[in-house]
Each structure stands twice: as C-alpha cells, then as structure tokens.
C-alpha cells in the first residue's frame, strides 16, 4: 500500500470512529499514525523533479508574504497592484503557474509579496502544482490567504485543512511542551496544570508509535495529543494569517460587514483598490515589524532611513542591524519615544525599543 492509500484509510478510520472515553486512546494512536504518514509525504522526494521550475525564488527585504488561495480569486490582481511587479491575471483558472515575487514598500519597508499559482483541494498531497506551493508558503513569515467573498465559507476552511494537513500551523503558538528524547529512563511525565485532553497512559502510547521509549515530557499548558504530536515531529511551522477577502464589490454591504467582523480577517476589491491601505496597516501589524530612527548627536534623526525591525527586539539588535562589532563598543543609548518614560532617557543594550523610536547610539 502506498502512503497516500494508507493515510486515506486511517482518515476513513477516525471519520467512522465514534469519539468518546473508550475510544480516546484509539484515536490518539491513529492521530499520531497519521501524522508520521503526512510528514513522511513531506519529505523531499529522492526521485526529484518535485521542486518545480520557478519556485525558487531568492529571500529578499524585511519580510516574506506569500499569497495561498483557489484559482481567480484575485491574488495576481493584488500583486500588480500593490507592487511594481506585473503578474497576469485573468477569468481563467490557473492563469499563475510559477512563484512571481513582487515588493510592497511601506514606511520605509521592503516586503517581499509572492504571488503563487492558485491551490485546490487536495494540494497538499500533489494536486496541481500544491505541493510547490505549499513549500514556499513555509518558508514566509506570514500567509495572504486569499479568498472570493461571492465562493461559500468552505472554501477557507478547505484551504486551512490543506496547509493543515502538511504542518503549517496559522495564527497559533506553539505548544508550550517541554520534550527531550533521553538515552534510557524511561519516560518521565509532568505537567505545571491540570490536564483535561490527554493523561500520562495517552503520552505514552504516542511516544511508542515513535519508538520513543525514553523521554522527559513536561506539559506548561493544557495541551492536546495533536499539540503533542506537532511538538515531537518538530517539522511544523507556526505563521500569522490574514484572510483577505476580495470581490467586495460583487457582494451588499451587509454581507461585507459580517466578513469584516471575523477574525484576522481584512475585505477588499482589488479590481476597485478599495481598502488596500487598511490591507497593508493590518499586514504591518501581523509581521511585528517595527521602525526606529537613529540619531547623531546635535543632529536632527533620519526620518528618511529607518530600521526596519521586529516587535520586542532590544537596543542590543538595534546595534548589530547598524553594524556587528557596535554592541560591545555600546556605552549607552539615548532614547526618545514610546518605550520610555522619559525623551530622552539613557538606556543600556537590554531595553527593548518601540514603533517609531528615536535612538541616539554613544560609544564607549
Ligand atoms: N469583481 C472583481 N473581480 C476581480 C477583483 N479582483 C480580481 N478580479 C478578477 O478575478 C479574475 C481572476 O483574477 P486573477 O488575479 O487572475 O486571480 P488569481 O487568483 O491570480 O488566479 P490564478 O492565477 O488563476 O490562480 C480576473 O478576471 C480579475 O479581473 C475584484 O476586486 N472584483
Ligand atoms: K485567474
Ligand atoms: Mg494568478
């Protein structure tokens, strides 16, 4: 039997397997069968060719976007008209066959915007050119998921059992599960709360279907076998997402409103660019990207070259983004802005900056 045979019969399995305290076990097993299948299904074919031409596409600017959504919903649209780049578009599906990268600037931002051929049920076991698809989606620091507000809900849902299903993990932590394979031991299980999904007899029969017969589990959060599972494959990304709806012009007003109110999610028509400068605050946001101006003494800041940053980093990766060896010469650093409570205030490398601080840098 080949694995996509045996991942359809384990599915048939769950679906058929009524869910209730006799059956707990049975389903954690097969959850944890068919998560060994699914990422067995992600490794790198040894036959090649399944990379497919045009979809290496070199890591460039700030960020990394990519746009994941069915056929002619409207992702190449956007594409052309929020960046420089041309990508056509047409009524006809599968009008993008290959990764066309593009660049949004925004407040002083460079963020790289793949637009990507349109995926369908079943892309993440080779349809189409999902599998491609997929694999670059994993390497951005956020997903666009793109949808036609006139198409029925499903479709996201779809979608998210697509990217689901290949280990890519949207608008979620990872579990808070400390786990080490040990030598010899045996297993040793913690928990720092109280449990409710899965019990010590459970970890255990999940592990085993790992040959995992020595380890330290400690559960930090009341954790599912699934999150169990994530954190022992170790291969899951975890991404931001925004759900873009499109075609807002085709649907009433009401209808956008209710679209509008769900969460991570964002309505616009790019064929009539209405709410696209909301799209990128909201992308701006989800990326955690900051800006910080630096300062030369009895000189005014420069507004015009900002450091382009990530949410919670310190003066300490203010120094390395300017110039590695500036850290350890660091003295201290002036700082004016929202970070501190007083402009300026002097600060040493651990203080951590915000949005549109001004930062004075004095050297040792
Ligand atoms: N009504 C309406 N149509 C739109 C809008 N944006 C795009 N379209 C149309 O939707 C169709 C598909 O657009 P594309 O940009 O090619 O869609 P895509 O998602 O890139 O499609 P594939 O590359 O085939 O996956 C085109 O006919 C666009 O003109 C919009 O805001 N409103
Ligand atoms: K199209
Ligand atoms: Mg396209």
């Given amino acids: 039997m080949g694995i996509l045979e045996k991942i359809s019969e384990i599915e048939k ?3 058929r397997t009524q869910k209730n305290k006799a059956t707990e076990y049975h389903l954690g097993l097969l959850k944890a069968k068919l998560a060994k299948y699914r990422s067995q299904l992600l490794e790198p074919s040894k036959k090649g060719g399944d990379k497919g031409e045009g979809f290496d596409v070199l890591k460039s600017g700030d960020a990394r976007v990519a746009l994941i959504g069915f056929p002619s919903v409207g992702k190449s649209t956007l594409l052309s008209t929020l960046t420089q780049t041309h990508s056509e578009a047409a009524s006809y599906e599968f009008t993008t066959l290959t990764c ?11 963020i790289q915007l793949l637009d990507l051929p349109g995926i369908i049920e079943g892309a993440a076991q080779g349809k189409g050119r999902g599998r491609q698809v997929i694999a670059v989606a ?3 620091d956020l997903v666009l998921m793109m949808l036609d507000a006139t198409k029925p809900y499903v479709h996201r849902q779809l979608l998210e059992r697509e990217l689901e299903s290949v280990g890519i993990r949207l608008n979620k932590n990872k579990p808070n599960i400390y786990f080490k394979v040990k030598k010899g031991g045996g297993l040793s299980f913690n928990s720092t709360c109280q449990l409710t999904k899965v019990d ?3 970890v255990q029969m999940i592990l085993h279907e790992y040959k995992i017969f020595n380890a330290e589990v400690l559960f930090r959060e009341d954790c599912s076998a ?18 873009v709806y499109n075609k807002i012009d085709q649907i009433s007003i009401q209808e956008v409103d209710r679209i509008a109110r769900q969460p991570h999610s964002v309505v616009v028509s790019c064929n009539m660019k209405l709410n696209l400068d909301y799209l990128l605050e909201i992308l701006w946001e989800y990326l955690s990207l900051i800006r910080v101006y630096t300062k030369k003494p009895g000189q005014p800041p ?3 070259e900002g450091l382009i940053l990530r949410k919670g980093v310190s003066i300490e990766h203010v ?3 300017i110039h590695r060896s500036l850290a350890a010469q660091l003295k201290y650093a002036l700082v004016w802005g929202t970070s501190t409570k007083y402009s300026p205030q002097r600060v040493g490398v651990a203080h951590v900056v915000n949005d549109e601080d001004v930062v004075q840098l004095i050297k040792k």
């Fill in 13 to 15: 399995e769950i679906a």
């Fill in 100 to 110: 066309i990268p593009g660049v949004i600037e925004y407040r002083g931002a460079h």
């Fill in 138 to 140: 994993r390497t951005a």
């Fill in 200 to 202: 010590e007899k459970m």
């Fill in 226 to 243: 699934d999150d169990l599972i994530d954190v022992i494959l170790a291969n899951r990304v975890y991404l931001p997402c925004i759900y």
């Fill in 302 to 304: 420069d507004f015009d």
């Fill in 319 to 321: 120094c390395h983004s």
